[in-house]
């Protein structure tokens, strides 16, 4: 069946460095989403891919669907403490179900 | 505007019993997704009720079930529990379906412990 994986599973970075999470999938994808999930919380929507190559900024977050549209990433520049959480992509394929990635949980050090 | 409302919070079953878990969604949405939460596997999608109708389901067992109501409540209901079911369950409510559907509301959840 469709499955979705993250790298990496676990990031502890310093406070203003860079971050980035990768997202594959073992299908096509007719779109991609991006949750974000802080500790104890619930997943909170971030945004929605769909086109081939399509490339959208929130701010300080840049995410990007590949080509094939089977993967994507997420990169966030100069990390704040805010940031810190669990990023989920998720996935749409044939089957017509939104499968969530493994996720990718960042810690973010003062 | 009411998020999406999930019942119990909190609930804790032993072996062998059964559980009901409730979700209100968002006023005007007509899809319910749920999913099964666990530290070690991530979010398993459950399944995704549409106008009453199961759309999609997930690759779980018999023993877990739902159902959509006319005014697009959903319940889930998992009998004969076993020690592995313990878990965050989420609902998430949407406008759409399928290809169509937007983003996802996730209510708080309904955290389960069985002992």
């Known amino acids: 069946g469709q499955q979705v994986m993250q790298i990496p599973q676990y990031q502890h970075v310093q406070e203003g460095e860079d971050f980035t999470t990768y997202c594959n999938s073992s299908?096509?994808?007719?779109?991609i989403q991006w949750y974000k999930q802080r500790p104890g919380g619930h997943p909170v929507f971030l945004i929605q891919l769909v086109k081939s190559g399509e490339v959208k900024k929130q701010k300080r977050l840049t995410f990007q669907f590949g080509e094939a549209k089977k993967n994507s990433s997420l990169h966030i520049t100069a990390t704040q403490t805010t940031d810190v959480g669990t990023y989920f992509c998720?996935?749409?394929?044939?089957?017509?179900?939104?499968?969530f990635g493994t996720g990718t949980r960042l810690q973010v050090f003062p | 505007k009411a998020g999406v409302t999930q019942t119990p919070r909190y609930l804790i079953k032993t072996r062998g019993q059964q559980v009901t878990l409730s979700c209100s969604p968002i006023s005007g949405h007509r899809s319910v997704s749920w999913y099964q939460q666990t530290p070690g596997q991530g979010l398993q999608f459950l399944f995704e009720?549409?106008?009453?109708?199961?759309?999609n389901k997930g690759n779980f067992p018999g023993r877990f079930s739902g159902r959509q109501f006319s005014n697009s409540r959903s319940e889930m209901n998992v009998s004969t529990l076993e020690l592995g079911d313990s878990a965050l369950y989420l609902c998430?409510?949407?406008f759409g379906r399928g290809i169509g559907t937007g983003e996802l509301f996730f209510g708080e959840g309904s955290r389960l412990t069985v002992l």
């Open positions: 998720a996935g749409r394929g044939n089957t017509d179900k939104l499968i």
């Open positions: 299908t096509t994808l007719s779109n």
């Open positions: 009720y549409f106008s009453e109708t199961q759309r």
């Open positions: 998430a409510s949407s």
